[in-house]
T-cell receptor, first 114, second 112 residues
Framework: AQSVTQPDIHITVSEGASLELRCNYS??????LFWYVQSPGQGLQLLLK??????LVQGIKGFEAEFKRSQSSFNLRKPSVHWSDAAEYFC????????????FGIGTKLQVIP | DAGITQSPRHKVTETGTPVTLRCHQT?????MYWYRQDPGHGLRLIHY???????DKGEVSDGYSVSRSKTEDFLLTLESATSSQTSVYFC???????????FGPGTRLTVL
């Protein structure tokens, strides 16, 4: 069974500081990996995804993530955080089994302070 | 924008009443999904559909039913709403040429 762990429920960073959100997954084969962002009262927006190939993936809004098979991790990074990045971030792992089965982490809520 | 709308966006109802939520898509995607989002649980799959009249259960399907009589509409029904079904419900689609899910804006349901 696939699973996702986001060990940090809340993270607070200063505006302009770098950010790394952690994600560990469990899956037997090469997974599909995703990061979504959710602003308050909004739906989930896809930030980036990894299926295969280059393990460093670039996404929207200046975010990137690195797939590390040996550590079963897919951490999300941004070099300089903006106040508008305050939101909740969800890591997810997907697998195709007749449908796209996606398992989500519980989310990391990011607070950005001036 | 994945062309997904959900209605209603907010609903307050009483325990024991039936409730139907609608997900509408405009691009004839084959796969559609219903999730619920609760604090501490992330998103959990309720039901999914892989075509007209083709549906199956997800991990938290008890107390929910779905129907898909047209490609563009996927309905989620709570036959007799309970307070434990107070949640935010999201619809999602998978475009045929990708393995990525795209989400609608959500429906906030409160069962009193």
């Amino acid at each position: 069974a696939q699973s996702v762990t986001q060990p940090d429920i809340h993270i607070t960073v200063s505006e302009g500081a770098s950010l790394e959100l952690r994600c560990n997954y469990s899956y037997g084969a090469t997974p599909y990996l995703f990061w979504y962002v959710q602003s308050p009262g909004q739906g989930l927006q896809l930030l980036l995804k990894y299926f295969s190939g280059d393990t460093l993936v670039q996404g929207i809004k200046g975010f990137e993530a690195e797939f590390k098979r040996s550590q079963s991790s897919f951490n999300l990074r941004k070099p300089s955080v903006h106040w508008s990045d305050a939101a909740e971030y969800f890591c997810a792992v997907g697998a195709w089994g007749g449908y796209q089965k996606v398992t989500f982490g519980i989310g990391t809520k990011l607070q950005v302070i001036p | 924008d994945a062309g997904i709308t959900q209605s209603p966006r907010h609903k307050v109802t009483e325990t024991g009443t039936p409730v139907t939520l609608r997900c509408h898509q405009t691009e004839n995607h084959r796969y559609m999904y219903w999730y619920r989002q609760d604090p501490g649980h992330g998103l959990r799959l309720i039901h999914y559909s892989y075509g007209v009249k083709d549906t199956d259960k997800g991990e938290v399907s008890d107390g929910y039913s779905v129907s898909r009589s047209k490609t563009e509409d996927f309905l989620l029904t709570l036959e007799s709403a309970t307070s434990s079904q107070t949640s935010v419900y999201f619809c999602a689609i998978t475009p045929g040429d990708t393995d990525t899910q795209y989400f609608g804006p959500g429906t906030r349901l409160t069962v009193l």
